[in-house]
């Protein structure tokens, strides 16, 4: 593959709802430039794009790949990214080193959530973007109503630069508003307008030049003037708004059947923005803010944007440099760790197959092999200039499972296992959960997390078991208790002896505190740490639920000791046991985790959302309404959220969205807890 340098590259996110056809119009290209000499198919597994063996099996995308298309010396790096929900971190990784976007639409289905939350998010990074209304030959196309669908969603205008030449079975190609010219099947020769669309192309054309004299004055006034602009003037206007994002255009394509690619590759090359055409990228560097140009001469900066580990090459690195030029066999400075990396051959990806190239030149994306400590979000620079490039916001995970070793020579590898999953995908992460004695794995849901389980053994050989996770109760007092217990034990030779009094109350700040009251000496002062570690040992295991008790205050006031048979073990026991029994005296309660959840939801399932949240022991703490999406704001328990995430997207057709974190602890009404402590004996009994 040749060299190609800033302005005749193209980064280009491929975005939309799943099965809009991303993959496909992907591999269209690769064939259509000679790259491949077959069209691959999602069905058999075949695509360039779509090559783990995990997005085969399920014939969808997980992963964003790389797909480089060389044509008429531009390269385009098209990204084609997942469009299922659970996969949106993939989605915002790659956008982040996108430079403009192609939006899919299917013609039959028209506007999807998928749809939304890309065009939501190309709006947050500020991309300029092309709507392609794609499989024009789907029985039931309709561009008008798929168009539609968007006109009602979109801020920017769309405009159509491009009409079906029929449609459904018939649809046979496009004809282009720029070049007044009709393109059959792939569109390499254009041919004149049909009669029969000569009045529908008018009045599209009408528009699109109003549009495009929108883009500078000098092209208004001519328009204004003499109501007519040429063919390059159009393109000129057109590109101005396109890059400042009030207008969009609109293409038509079936990528599947290879219709409709010359001219749409044309519009790639000429109306979308090089890395020179796009505002500067700002870094931080050592004295405030820098603006980094996409020129080889510049300081080097390179974001990592993602990081797979392959059995085979091992950890792969994917970056985008955003100034200077990277080379091959050379040292760079990892300035988010703090520490040198050395690059051995540099690649250029395209789906699974790496090829070897001497520099990646400033605006570009390649990969590298086997660097040690990179991950995903670092910065790569060099020593002497060191810069942070910007991390974007990933949205929080919502869904947790419990994770647990299959085998003892799991266990060992938990913990490495997680952390390099987590790594490589920014929206999940893991954490032990001290309470339940639970490690939990989180992230966009339940799809999410089955593809990282079954990552973690195909590509790491470590086997884990899942559950829903126990909620993080904790035990407490809302009385007073005190209790004595003896422990006695004679057995031939030397016996054990301890006798504890004490009193336990409840505290409102801290976890716990222990305090001597014994006077006279009745127990000795040395056997005090034992007492307590036995009343820490309770505290820890709990005593009516199996969960951690705190907010407590105790008081050993009185006890007994043997001059020959009392040892710190005896009081130990003596104050373990004296502690269960005040604790159970003082009106032992349930604390439960209650979540401040916030749901932005579609305004017409708002009354379904409210309705579900009252099943819920939610209580609302608002609402408001604006531009047609409703946010309600409320206090929840953990344990009635624990699959929420599936739910409100059932009730919302996935249009729902929610946040969630905790806010305090509150006691557990009495007949939730008997159901607790009731399954809690039955786990022990079993």
């Not at 900066?301 to 440099?321: L, S």
């Not at 005896?570 to 985790?593: H, M, Q, S, T, Y």
Request: proline share 5%; with cysteine; net charge negative.
């Amino acid at each position: 593959m040749k060299e190609y340098t800033a302005e005749n590259i193209r980064n280009v996110a491929l975005v939309s709802h799943s099965s809009a056809g991303k993959t496909m119009l992907a591999e269209a290209f690769l064939h259509y430039t000679g790259a491949t000499t077959r069209l691959g198919r999602i069905e058999d597994g075949t695509t360039v794009s779509d090559y783990d063996e995990e997005e085969v099996r399920r014939g969808i995308s997980l992963y964003s790949t790389v797909i480089p298309v060389e044509y008429k010396e531009v390269k385009v790096n098209f990204l084609d990214t997942p469009g299922y929900t659970d996969f949106v971190g993939e989605v915002i990784s790659a956008l982040r080193v996108a430079d403009s976007a192609i939006v899919l639409l299917d013609s039959v289905s028209g506007r999807e959530v998928g749809t939304e939350i890309a065009w939501n998010y190309c709006d947050s990074f500020k991309l300029p973007r092309f709507l392609v209304v794609n499989k024009m030959n789907r029985e039931n196309a309709n561009f008008q109503k798929a168009l539609q669908s968007m006109e009602e969603f979109s801020e920017a205008r769309l405009i159509p630069v491009q009409l079906p030449w029929g449609e459904k079975l018939d649809f046979q190609g496009v004809i282009d508003l720029i070049t007044m010219k009709a393109y059959q099947g792939n569109g390499k020769s254009p041919v004149d307008i049909p009669a029969d669309y000569q009045g529908a192309v008018e009045e599209a054309r009408t528009q699109l030049v109003e549009a495009a004299a929108e883009g500078e004055d000098e092209l208004l006034e001519k328009y204004l003037e003499s109501g007519e602009l040429t063919a390059e003037e159009v393109q000129r206007g057109l590109r101005n708004v396109i890059l400042n994002g009030s207008f969009v255009p609109v293409f038509v394509a079936a990528g599947g059947a290879e219709i409709g690619l010359e001219p749409l590759f044309n519009a790639i090359a000429s109306l979308l923005p090089s890395p020179k055409d796009v505002p500067p990228a700002v870094a931080q560097g050592k004295s405030g803010e820098e603006e980094l140009k996409a020129e080889d001469a510049g300081p080097l900066a390179a974001y990592v944007w993602k990081t797979t580990a392959d059995p085979f090459v091992g950890k792969q690195t994917y970056f985008r440099v955003y100034s200077g030029a990277v080379v091959s066999d050379s040292r760079v400075w990892n300035q988010t760790k703090g520490l040198e990396e050395r690059l051995g051959t540099l690649y250029v990806p395209r789906g699974k197959e790496n090829i070897a190239t001497k520099v990646i030149h400033s605006g570009d994306l390649g990969t590298v092999a086997k660097l040690g400590e990179t991950s995903t979000g670092n910065t790569l620079c060099d020593r002497a200039h060191p810069f942070t490039l910007p991390v974007p916001e990933y949205p929080n995970a919502l869904y947790r499972v419990a994770v647990s070793p299959k085998t003892q020579a799991d266990s060992t590898k938990i913990s490495p296992t997680l952390t390099r999953l987590c790594e490589e995908d920014l929206t999940l992460s893991w954490y032990n959960e001290m309470a339940t004695n639970q490690t939990i794995l989180q992230g966009m849901g339940d799809q999410h997390i089955d593809v990282a389980i079954r990552r973690a053994e195909t590509k790491f050989q470590v086997n884990f078991l899942t559950q829903e996770p126990k909620v993080p109760y904790q035990e407490t007092i809302t009385g007073k208790g005190q209790a004595m217990y003896r422990h006695k034990k004679q057995t031939g030779g030397a016996g054990q002896f301890g006798e504890v009094h004490l009193r336990v109350e409840r505290i409102t700040e801290g976890d716990f505190e222990f305090v001597n009251d014994v006077f006279g000496g009745a127990i000795s002062s040395s056997y005090m740490p034992a007492i307590e570690k036995g009343i820490r040992s309770v505290m820890k295991e709990g005593v009516i639920a199996g969960y951690p008790v705190n907010s407590i205050k105790v008081s050993v006031f009185d006890g007994k000791e043997h001059p020959v048979d009392s040892k710190p073990i005896a009081f130990e026991i003596a104050g373990r046991e004296a502690f269960k029994l005040a604790f159970r005296e003082a009106n032992p309660v349930l604390l439960e985790p209650i979540m401040n959840v916030k749901i932005i939801v579609p305004e017409g399932n708002m009354g379904d959302v409210l309705g579900d949240m009252n099943t819920r022991r939610a209580r609302v703490q608002g609402m408001e309404t604006e531009k047609g999406r409703s946010t309600i704001s409320a206090q929840v328990p953990l344990s009635e959220m624990q699959r929420y995430t599936t739910q409100l997207r059932s009730i919302t057709g996935g249009r729902g969205v929610f946040t969630m974190e905790l806010s305090h602890y509150e006691v557990v009404p009495a007949h939730v807890t008997q159901e607790i402590v009731a399954a809690r004996q039955k786990e022990t009994e079993d």
